[in-house]
């Protein structure tokens, strides 16, 4: 049996397509997750499995009790792209990571020894660089299908979008026209109160956008539409949500100039990388409190 956990993006959909393609078996079980996730699911995973076999993790940064929740598999191939480095080395549990890497995809598809031309879609939509129709097509997709199923249902269409990349042929990424088309809509309703509602602050020398909102929303959507006005030393995107043990605030953080973002999400606990990161606190976190974080930290 093997396990796959990949990041619930396009990159994670495309690094779960090249070693779908690789190992040509349908004997896989995919879970999609993210970085604060990642240590439940590893736990859930496991529950009632007397065979757990090996587990490959895609485009997901870890932390020490992350490691420790895997190794509890036969076998661990964890495969990454954000700046991370695991403090525990096990003898089961190989850890590649590349940071320099655009994508995990690149990444994965560098360590299986697989070319396909999904690697570039995804360094161009990780990178928010996107320049291929195709590119834009799969983040359009993948967008909608986040925005429109949750959970089990989101799970298994984003598997099927994986399995259905295998195909060179990428004429059926028409089939989802529809859900996109509706999804674009909403875009453009998102856009409109990004410009109406994005609050500027200057800390230092640094020249701040802060969004805030209650749903989850692509940040690229955000970080692009500023950019058409101003230049952002960083763009920062706060998320409150309610979830089942309390309120808890995502928080993403982009820049425009080059600005090292990754500081910022390492002190609220999270990662990514150094131009694009974020973090999953357990509680509100004011703008007020970001802003001296700030201050303190840059
Ligand atoms: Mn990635």
């Not at 690149?106 to 360094?123: C, K, M, T």
């Not at 990004?194 to 500027?200: D, G, I, N």
Request: glycine content about 6%; aromatic content about 10%.
């Amino acid at each position: 049996m093997i396990t796959v956990m990949t990041h619930m993006d396009a990159d994670g959909v495309i690094s779960l397509s090249l070693f779908l393609k690789k190992i040509g078996g349908p004997k896989v079980r995919v879970y999609f997750t993210s970085p604060a996730q990642l240590r439940d699911t590893i736990c859930h995973s496991v529950m009632r499995r007397r065979e757990l076999g090996e587990l490959y993790i895609f485009d997901i940064a870890g932390e020490n009790r992350a490691v420790y929740a895997a190794a509890i598999y036969d076998r661990v191939v964890w495969i990454d792209h954000h700046q991370w480095e695991p403090e525990i080395k096990l003898p089961h549990v190989e850890i590649v990571i590349d940071a320099t890497a655009k994508s995990a995809a690149d990444v994965v598809s560098r360590y299986f020894g697989i070319e396909s031309p999904l690697v570039e879609l995804a360094n161009q939509i990780d990178v928010n660089d996107v320049q291929d129709e195709n590119a834009e097509k799969i983040r359009m997709i993948i967008g909608a299908l986040r925005w429109k199923f949750y959970g089990r249902e989101l799970n298994f269409k984003l598997e099927k979008l994986a399995r259905e990349l295998m195909n060179e042929d990428l004429t059926f990424l028409k089939e989802y026209d529809e859900i996109v088309n509706e999804y674009a809509k909403w875009i453009q309703e998102l856009q409109e109160r990004v410009k109406k509602e994005t609050k500027v602050f200057k800390v230092k020398n640094l020249k701040i956008a802060i969004f805030e909102t209650t749903e989850s929303v692509p940040v690229y959507i955000i970080s692009n539409v500023l950019s058409e006005k101003e230049t952002y030393d960083m763009i920062i995107v706060l998320i409150h949500k309610i979830g089942r043990s309390g309120t808890i605030t995502k928080m993403e953080f982009r820049t425009h100039t080059d600005i090292d973002v990754l500081k910022i999400a390492k002190f609220y606990g999270g990662g990514g990388h150094r131009l694009a990161s974020g973090a999953s606190v357990s509680d509100i976190i004011t703008i007020p409190e970001i802003l001296n974080a700030i201050d303190l930290l840059y």
